[in-house]
Structures are given as C-alpha cells and as structure tokens.
C-alpha cells in the first residue's frame, strides 16, 4: 500500500468510498445523501487544502483531507478528515494514513492539528487518535445527530506537531 498527494483526477476511485463513509450517517456531518457534486467541493479544495489517498494496486483504500483549521492568523493550525473504505478497515490502513498526513502537516508548516467533530461514539477514531497524541479539549453535547442513536455528543481533539 501507498499514500500519495491526490488530484481532481482521482476522483471517480474517491468517490464511492466518500459515499460508502458519510452515507451511514455515524461519523461526518455532512448529509448521508450528499451528492457526488456536493462531495467534490468538500472534498477537493484549493491549495493550500491537500487531498491524499491510500493505494493497494489500483484500488483506493483510503483518502485524507488536510487543510488550514482557520483562514488567515489561524492558518498555522491544521485541520484533517480521513476515510477508509469499510471493507478495509481494522487493516492499518487509517493509522499508515494519519501518520502520512501528520509529517506532511510538519513539512507544510503547520505547528499544530484540531478535529472539529470528532463523534463521541466512534471508538475506533478516539483510540486512534488518542493513540497519535491528540488529547480531547472539549466535549459539545448532542451536537451529531448520528443515524441510528440519535444527537450526540462531539469532541474537539487536538495535538501539536
Ligand atoms: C477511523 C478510521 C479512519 C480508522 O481506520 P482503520 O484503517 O480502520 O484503522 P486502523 O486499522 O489503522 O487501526 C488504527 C487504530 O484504530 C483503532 N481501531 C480500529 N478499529 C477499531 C475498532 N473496531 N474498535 C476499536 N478501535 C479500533 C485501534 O486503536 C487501532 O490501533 P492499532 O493500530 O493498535 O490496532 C476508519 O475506521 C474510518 O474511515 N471510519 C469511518 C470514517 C471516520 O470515522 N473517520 C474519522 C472521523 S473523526
């Protein structure tokens, strides 16, 4: 497997994991019937934003977004989301993914990295996370309304680099 800087290009091999992910509506906020319009101006943004995907032969197993948490002064912060495709997962793929995309946070300059909406009853993101350093800051009552257990709460998460 490798991880690589993605383009527009990579898209359509993007897109059905994209879908695959948000449709459970258990992890991401976006709407679960997010179309596949909608999902590329999420997804593939403008530089300074990089996208990056996971590779085994030519199949897309993972895709990485990695872009400023705020504009302007507060653009030295990063802000990243990840996905793996479900019939992947528990393989190493999202920690092979996440430590990627935490070097290349380093080598853009970023001094840090903050998750806005991390869903408190996603177990397998908090261990990871937790695992690679970042550290709860705040817990935001019933902020997700996940698909099958109702509003939520969501963590910030947060690590400096
Ligand atoms: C969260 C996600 C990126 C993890 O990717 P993954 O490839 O399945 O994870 P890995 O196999 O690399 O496992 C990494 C760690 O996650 C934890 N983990 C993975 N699956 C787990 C599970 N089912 N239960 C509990 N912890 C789990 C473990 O701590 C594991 O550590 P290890 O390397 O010591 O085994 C992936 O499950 C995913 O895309 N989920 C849907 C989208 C999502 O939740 N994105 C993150 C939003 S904050």
């Known amino acids: 497997m490798q991880v690589r800087r993605a383009s527009a290009a990579d898209w359509p091999r993007i897109w059905p994991l994209w879908h695959r992910v948000v449709s459970t509506g258990e992890t991401y906020m976006s709407a679960p019937d997010t179309d596949r ?19 085994d032969g030519s ?5 990485a977004l990695l872009k400023p948490a705020q504009p302007g002064l507060g653009d030295h912060v990063a802000n990243a989301a990840f996905m793996v ?24 300059g970023y ?39 109702g509003p939520v709460a969501i963590h910030v998460m947060f690590r400096e680099l």
């Open 111 to 149: 001094t840090a990295m903050q998750f806005n909406a991390v869903v408190s009853t996603n177990t397998a993101a908090i261990a990871l996370w937790t695992s690679l350093g970042f550290d709860v800051l705040a817990t935001i009552p019933g902020a997700f309304r996940h698909a099958r257990l």
């Open 37 to 55: 319009e909608t999902a590329a101006g999420v997804w593939l943004l403008p530089p300074p934003a990089a996208i990056f995907v996971a590779e």
């Open 59 to 63: 199949d897309v197993v993972g895709t």
């Open 85 to 108: 495709d479900p019939d992947r997962a528990g393989q190493g793929i999202g920690r092979r993914l996440a430590e990627h995309v935490l070097d290349a946070a380093r080598a853009l």
